[in-house]
């Protein structure tokens, strides 16, 4: 499904990733973990075309395709979704009008009409109920006062909606209590199939006992080190990452 390849990026003179190589299949879960400032958000946003950040070197292919030079909507539209480490907040337009938007964007890209308001209401009652969200969170403003559970809340019912072939979620330093890492892995867990795959940026192994992911790599100064099964986050959360490094040397 998604295959970088030797991927160098960076902004303006200075390089963040530096040969970055990874393969998704269809129906895998991918964790990513690595030191603060190792580069694993930049990762993230490169992969979903963050104008903010240029490719110098290497290739990001998504279903066969280069998607290297298509903006983040473009991407989007193909199936990527991903979530926001610090979500923006839009005063005035509400969870359900938000994600509407989105989806009628999306359908617009393949040509198709807006969805018909009584197919959308369903669903969202379905989705909603899937994931246990109470009806008065959908009129709310989005983001806009949104404790950190409730914007993850949030963003896995964007996912939900959207049902992204790939989806990216980066968990890195958002602060989730044990309510909102349950809400992402129930999120996860419910929408997992084989035609999609996941990738999820951590830094505790918690996490990965609810959302059991197929393979999870070390990401060290813009470079995937390791990779390994679920084992290598608890050696991770036992031994930490100088050992990795010292590894390297
Ligand atoms: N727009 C930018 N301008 C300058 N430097 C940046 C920019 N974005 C990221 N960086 C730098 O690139 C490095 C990697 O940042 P990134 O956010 O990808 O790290 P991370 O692995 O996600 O870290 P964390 O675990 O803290 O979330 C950091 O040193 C960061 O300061
Ligand atoms: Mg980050």
């Not at 990762?43 to 998607?67: H, K, P, R, W, Y």
């Not at 539209?77 to 509400?94: M, T, W």
Request: glycine residues 8%; aromatic residues 6%.
């Amino acid at each position: 499904m998604l295959q970088i390849k030797n991927l160098h990026a960076g902004v303006e003179n200075k390089e963040i990733l530096k040969g970055v190589n990874l393969e998704v299949k269809a129906g895998e879960i991918h964790a990513i973990m690595g030191p603060n400032g190792s580069g694993k958000s930049t990762l993230s946003a490169v992969i979903s075309g963050n104008e903010n950040f240029e490719v110098s070197q290497g290739s990001v292919t998504f279903l066969n395709e280069d998607i290297s030079e298509l903006d983040p909507e473009e991407r989007a539209h193909k199936g990527v979704f991903l979530s926001f480490q610090y979500p923006v907040e839009i005063p005035g337009v509400s969870v359900t009008n938000f994600i509407k938007t989105a989806i009628n964007e999306n359908r617009k890209a393949k040509g198709l009409k807006d969805m018909p308001a009584s197919e959308m209401l369903k669903l969202i009652k379905s989705k909603a109920d899937l994931l246990e969200i109470d009806r008065k969170f959908l009129s709310r403003s989005l983001n806009e006062g949104f404790s950190g559970g409730e914007k993850k809340r949030n963003e896995i019912f964007q996912m939900a909606m959207l049902d992204p072939k790939l989806a990216i979620l980066d968990e890195t330093d958002s602060g989730l209590d044990i309510d909102a890492l349950k809400i992402v892995a129930n999120g996860v867990n419910k929408l997992k199939s084989k035609d999609n795959a996941v990738i999820i940026i951590t830094h505790y192994q918690r996490l990965l006992d609810y959302i059991i992911p197929d393979f999870v790599h070390v990401l060290i100064d813009g470079k995937i080190v390791k990779s390994g099964t679920k084992e290598l986050a608890y050696e991770l959360e036992e031994k930490g990452y100088d050992w990795i490094k010292e590894e390297l040397v």
